[in-house]
């Protein structure tokens, strides 16, 4: 499967360009049918606590403009926004399929408090799941990167390959590259992080979106700027890696 990671510089709290912004660097890339493009976590608008400028509804530009996607190159776009409910606004992660249906919409369980985000979103309830072209995929984002119990969590699901979604910042970011590859190591798992580029009024952002074998090998680096990664991944790798070195076999819970 070909996996395509977005890297992108969103401008603050300005959906539209940021949104044309995606479209363009997809239609550069032209992801082949089938496969997998990851988007960062709020990737419209910036990491942003500006509620009316960035909640969205179950229609929006954003959701409309994965589906476009998804729909053109016959493939799973997943992506991160801000939805508001009933229930409360929640820091999510939508996977949207080719025929414009949503594969998944987890709710982050994890939640920034040192920018106070438990002031304004609700945490998510629960670890998902979704499966696509052999893969069984857990989205998380950002923070949640810090919590290895919810991965392992995860792998008990059938989890086969994990996908974060950040706004991660360039003080921290040995820690990214660093937990990355654990939660690849620990898991016998293919691990995608995917983070925005640039600055916004908080915090300078490096880059770096990787994609992090089962093996905990580096497989691509986006680098600093704006851009896709793409990397071909297969089941069979992470099946392969679990019975040549069957740890989880081990694992007692």
């Known amino acids: 499967m070909q996996l395509h990671c977005c890297q992108l510089a969103p401008l603050w709290e300005d959906r539209p360009p940021n949104c044309a912004r995606v479209r363009a660097l997809v239609d550069q890339t032209n992801p082949a049918r089938g496969s997998l493009v990851v988007l ?3 990737f419209a608008t910036g990491f942003s606590m500006n509620i009316p400028a960035i909640r969205e509804g179950m229609v929006s530009e954003s959701t409309t403009l994965m589906g476009d996607l998804a729909k053109q190159y016959e493939c ?3 992506g991160g926004m801000v939805h508001g409910t009933r229930g409360g606004l929640f820091n ?22 040192p920018l106070r ?19 069984r995929v857990a989205p998380f984002i950002c923070y949640d990167l810090r919590f290895p119990e919810s991965f392992r969590q ?16 360039s003080v921290r970011l040995e820690h990214w ?3 990355l590859k ?3 190591i620990e898991n016998q798992a293919y691990v995608v992080g995917v983070n925005r580029c640039g600055a916004d009024p908080h915090a300078e952002y490096p880059g770096h979106s990787l994609v992090i074998s089962p093996r905990g090998e580096i497989l691509g680096d986006a680098g600093t700027g704006e851009g896709v990664l793409t990397v071909e991944i297969t089941p069979e790798e992470v099946a392969r890696s679990r019975a040549q070195f069957p740890a989880l076999r081990d694992a007692r819970f």
């Open 40 to 42: 960062p976590e709020m």
């Open 76 to 78: 799973c776009v997943l």
């Open 92 to 113: 999510q992660a939508l996977a949207m399929s080719p025929m414009r249906r949503e594969l998944v919409r987890y709710s982050k369980l994890h939640l920034f408090s």
């Open 117 to 135: 985000e438990e002031v304004f979103i609700t945490p998510g309830a629960e670890v998902m799941t979704f499966d696509w072209e052999g893969f």
């Open 154 to 169: 995860a792998v008990l699901m059938g989890a086969t390959l994990f996908t974060i979604l950040a706004n991660w910042p």
């Open 177 to 179: 590259i660093t937990l």
């Open 182 to 184: 654990a939660r690849a």
